[in-house]
């Protein structure tokens, strides 16, 4: 057996369920790519700020050969979830994020992986990354036969569709590499037609400053009409995977993203009550626990002002007087989207005693917006 072999059947025996390997090269196809999508200010500022260390290899490891691209399935049978709330006032979690957090998850199987290569070859050199690494992960498990790009601008995978974590090492051993998926994205264009916020287009372009996930994450203002469309989305967004027909058949992936009780369903009312050390206790070993409680919250609010659930209105007068101005900010907005009218008088009867200049002329701004 030679060492790739071996490899690959040291990776299924420690639960890895795609393994690919491409060459370490200059990926030039790539720039001209990421170089149009910063032109049209399509980037989400999470990425590597450095251009050429997204498309150059040899930038991270000197000795660079071949890139060794792994991917982990997140599917969850539905059988295996204690159960899902579909009520406007629980909020959702994208798939990504249910159960350990996946950059644990991996980065031990990436450990493993190495280690073991580190045994069974000689002066094995290395980087390894999972998820902020300096290269373009998509784009790497696509060459490496990992899957083929959908125009969601995920990478599909034969057995387990889009629900893949990526992840790679770098290294300095010359193997066989493999070929590119043939397959390719059915063009049925659901994705783009299902996104509520337009950040998908025709010929595979994104704009990631639209898409839900991000906003999820920034900790930039939101647009006013893009929080209308984020919905119940508390962190993350399945959106685009969940109308995508080579999602409907898919094996399921590994067990370590089974979410516990409502961790993946949360009860927005309860979660504004949170303090940040019931946050992390409750959030802290998941993948959404690294943005804090105050983004969280703010989402919360934004999925509350969605709910059209009147009645909690009253519910969410306390915090116009919590000590954080972005969380006093969209308390407002929330309040004014859920019910304009009893919305008005409680932020009228507000503005009465509020000293905060920035919440002041949101409040003005919301008025000016939406009465
Ligand atoms: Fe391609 Fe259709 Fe899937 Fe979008 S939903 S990625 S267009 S197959």
């Known amino acids: 057996m030679n060492i790739k072999e071996k490899i690959k059947e040291y990776a299924a025996k420690i639960d890895i369920d795609l393994i690919g390997f491409t060459k370490a090269e200059n990926f030039t196809d790539l720039e001209e790519i990421l170089r149009e999508r910063e ?25 660079a050969e071949t890139i060794i691209v792994i ?13 899902i709330k579909n009520a406007e006032i629980y909020g959702n979690i994208s798939r990504s994020s249910w159960g350990r957090d996946y950059h644990s998850v991996l980065k031990e199987k990436m450990k493993n992986l190495s280690a073991y290569i580190e045994r069974e070859t000689k002066n094995f050199r290395f980087k390894y990354f999972v998820d902020t690494g300096p290269l373009v992960d998509r784009y790497l498990a696509y060459k490496a036969g990992i899957g083929w790009y959908g125009k969601n601008n995920c990478i599909i995978s034969k057995d387990y569709g889009s629900w893949i974590f990526i992840s790679y090492i770098i290294c300095n051993l010359k193997l066989e590499i493999d070929d590119i998926e043939r397959t390719s994205c059915q063009s049925c264009n659901k994705c783009i037609k299902g996104c509520p916020t337009g950040a998908l287009m025709e010929n595979y ?19 006013y009409r893009l929080r209308e469309k984020m919905g119940n989305s508390l962190y993350g ?6 109308v995508c027909p080579y999602n409907l058949y898919v094996k399921s992936g ?14 927005l009312l309860e979660l504004l009550k ?53 969380i006093k900010k969209y308390t ?40």
Request: net charge positive; proline share 2%; glycine share 4%.
């Open 39 to 63: 032109s049209r200010d399509f980037l989400s500022g999470f990425e590597e700020k450095n251009m050429e260390k997204r498309i150059n290899p040899y930038l991270t490891l000197e000795e």
């Open 71 to 83: 991917g982990i399935s997140y599917y969850v049978d539905a059988k295996d979830v204690e159960y």
């Open 205 to 223: 372009q994104y704009n990631s400053k639209l898409c839900i996930s991000y906003l999820t994450q920034t900790k930039e203002d939101i647009d």
């Open 237 to 242: 967004c399945d959106i685009c995977q969940l």
């Open 254 to 267: 590994q067990r370590d993203f089974i979410p516990h009780r409502d961790s993946h369903n949360p009860h």
């Open 274 to 326: 949170l303090s940040n050390r019931e946050f992390k206790k409750k959030f802290g070993h998941t993948a959404l626990g690294w943005r804090g409680n105050k983004i969280i919250k703010r989402n919360a609010l934004i999925a509350l002002g969605n709910s059209r659930r009147k009645e909690v209105v009253k519910d969410l007068k306390e915090y116009l007087d919590n000590p954080s101005i972005m």
């Open 332 to 371: 407002a907005w929330a309040i004014i989207r859920l019910d304009k009218k009893r919305g008005k008088e409680i932020l009228d009867d507000h503005l009465k005693k509020e000293e905060e200049r920035e919440v002041i002329k949101e409040i003005k701004k919301l008025y000016k917006f939406y009465l």
